[in-house]
């Protein structure tokens, strides 16, 4: 089974930066895209940003000047880069992989465990 393991979150001050990896069993380029979801307390699960095969990047409602996604082909890794962090940035951040199956829209998903990110002084 396909299987995605997050790390890089932790306890940061505001203005700091943080890079969240997603590591992925296989290689990341089976899937039609990846992306970061994040989920903080009392909210719902939202979109940070997401790339699909092609390179085409898809942005949620966070500021998209300090988010960037970008992959190691080596590695079968994907990267969250983080700059200039706020405190409404803390969440449980998400890897996200879905596989698009046929011209029939059938669509599997699978997701990591999560890493926490706080954004406090």
């Known amino acids: 089974q396909v299987q995605l393991v997050e790390s890089g979150g932790g306890l940061v001050q505001p203005g700091e930066s943080l890079r969240l990896s997603c590591a992925a069993s296989?290689?990341?380029?089976?899937?039609?895209?990846m992306g970061w979801y994040r989920q903080a307390p009392g909210k719902q699960r939202e979109l940070v940003i997401s790339?699909?095969?092609?390179?085409?990047?898809d942005y949620g409602d966070s500021d998209k000047s300090r988010f960037i996604i970008f992959r190691d082909n080596t590695k079968n890794t994907l990267y969250l880069q983080m700059n200039s962090l706020k405190p409404e940035d803390t969440a449980k951040y998400y890897c996200?992989?879905?596989?698009?199956?046929?011209?029939?829209?059938?669509?599997?998903?699978?997701w990591g465990q999560g890493t926490q990110v706080t954004v406090s002084s």
């Open positions: 996200n992989a879905w596989d698009e199956v046929g011209a029939n829209g059938a669509v599997f998903d699978y």
């Open positions: 296989g290689s990341i380029f089976a899937f039609s895209g």
């Open positions: 790339i699909r095969s092609g390179g085409r990047i």
